[in-house]
Nanobody, 125 residues
Framework: QVQLVESGGGLVQAGDSLRLSCVRSGRTFSRYAMSWFRQTPGKEREFVAAINWSGSSTNSEDSVKGRRFSISRGSTINTVYLQMNSLQPEDTAVYYC?????????????????WGQGTQVTVSS
């Protein structure tokens, strides 16, 4: 089994930054990918960004690609970060970390079998 634990969420003001962390433990894989999704009440889970196990490949949702959000791997291969800058009220959501035992870094949530419990990010205007 794989466990994913997110941290770093909180209440911030518009324009602030946050860095979310996700630590993976449990079963190990030779190849895997980790991603971030977010969800607001009444809406489907939305892809944010993903990274493969080595950090050599990343993918981001178009609205954040190359702009405010960036995904990276920590110094240990079990940790992934989501750096979020210039946060806006519309970024308010529960942010989930997900993992898959392949190098899939796409945005289809059904392809990720492992999920964390989520961390709340609230951005006030």
């Amino acid at each position: 089994q794989v466990q994913l634990v997110e941290s770093g969420g909180g209440l911030v003001q518009a324009g602030d930054s946050l860095r979310l962390s996700c630590v993976r433990s449990g079963r190990t894989f030779s190849r895997y990918a980790m991603s971030w999704f977010r969800q607001t009440p009444g809406k489907e889970r939305e892809f944010v960004a993903a990274i493969n196990w080595s950090g050599s490949s990343t993918n981001s949702e178009d609205s954040v690609k190359g702009r405010r959000f960036s995904i990276s791997r920590g110094s240990t291969i079990n940790t992934v970060y989501l750096q979020m800058n210039s946060l806006q009220p519309e970024d308010t959501a529960v942010y989930y970390c997900a993992a898959v035992d392949t190098e899939y870094i796409g945005g289809d949530s059904n392809r990720y079998p492992y999920w964390g419990q989520g961390t709340q990010v609230t951005v006030s205007s």
